[in-house]
């Protein structure tokens, strides 16, 4: 099994509707990460969280929410989805004990908004 | 503001050539860097770290990577390209003493037979 899981994989919904993609680990890292990714747009960061109780913006934070539920389970929201959330959206692990430490992801999230 | 530059969003090379992925970073103090490899339908995975180690940097599958502070850079390269490096590759920055990491907007090595 793998260490980042994401659920689902795959998700073709409507402008408006709400959604969900979630993330859960096995490697017992504090810090979970949620990024997406754009064709030429690298990777940008949405939210971070370093514990249940510590939730940060990223740098493109606006129109998504997160839930820490536990140390292993990162949640992101969409509200109300639009198109242009269509994306490849990866969710990433880091352990705190190491400054140096790389991150691990999940396998993605492809949702499509029409 | 840190940022990264990654030259080139599509690279191609023979079986067999010398792979050579370009990374500039901008940073006010040395960061550490970091190689991303992104197979087909997968998440990323590294290739290889600098962490103010040795500035010649081995990774996974024969990639190497060098740290020219003068040049800021952190090219990445491979001898021998195989088909099987055929992928998107990524460029990150965390500067030191904080949470983030910046990326860079990917490159993606196509290798031809």
């Known amino acids: 099994d793998a260490d980042v899981t994401q659920t689902p994989r795959n998700r073709i919904t409507k402008t408006g509707k709400r959604i969900m993609l979630e993330c859960s680990q096995t490697?017992?890292?504090?810090?979970m990460y949620w990024y997406r990714q754009d064709p030429g747009l690298g990777l940008r960061l949405i939210y971070y969280?370093?514990?249940?109780?510590?939730?940060n913006k990223g740098e493109i934070s606006d129109g998504y929410s997160v839930s820490r539920q536990a140390q292993a389970k990162f949640s992101l929201s969409l509200e109300s989805a639009i198109p242009n959330q269509t994306a490849l959206y990866f969710c990433?692990?880091?352990?705190?004990?190491?400054?140096?430490?790389?991150?691990?992801f999940g396998e993605g999230s492809r949702l499509t908004v029409l | 503001a840190q940022s990264v530059t990654q030259l080139g969003s599509h690279v191609s090379v023979s079986e067999g050539a010398l792979v050579l992925l370009r990374c500039n970073y901008s940073?006010?103090?040395?960061?550490?860097l970091f190689w991303y490899v992104q197979y087909p339908n997968q998440g990323l995975q590294l290739l290889l770290k600098?962490?103010?180690?040795?500035?010649l940097v081995k990774g996974i599958n024969g990639f190497e990577a060098e740290f020219k502070k003068s040049e800021t850079s952190f090219h990445l390269t491979k001898p021998s390209a195989h088909m099987s490096d055929a992928a998107e590759y990524f460029c990150?920055?965390?500067?030191?003493?904080?949470?983030?990491?910046?990326f860079g907007t990917g490159t993606r090595l196509k290798v031809l037979a």
């Open positions: 990433a692990t880091r352990s705190l004990g190491t400054e140096t430490g790389e991150l691990f």
């Open positions: 490697k017992g890292h504090d810090r």
């Open positions: 969280s370093f514990d249940v109780k510590d939730i």
């Open positions: 940073s006010s103090v040395p960061p550490y």
């Open positions: 600098y962490t103010s180690a040795a500035t």
């Open positions: 990150a920055v965390s500067p030191p003493g904080t949470y983030k990491y910046i």
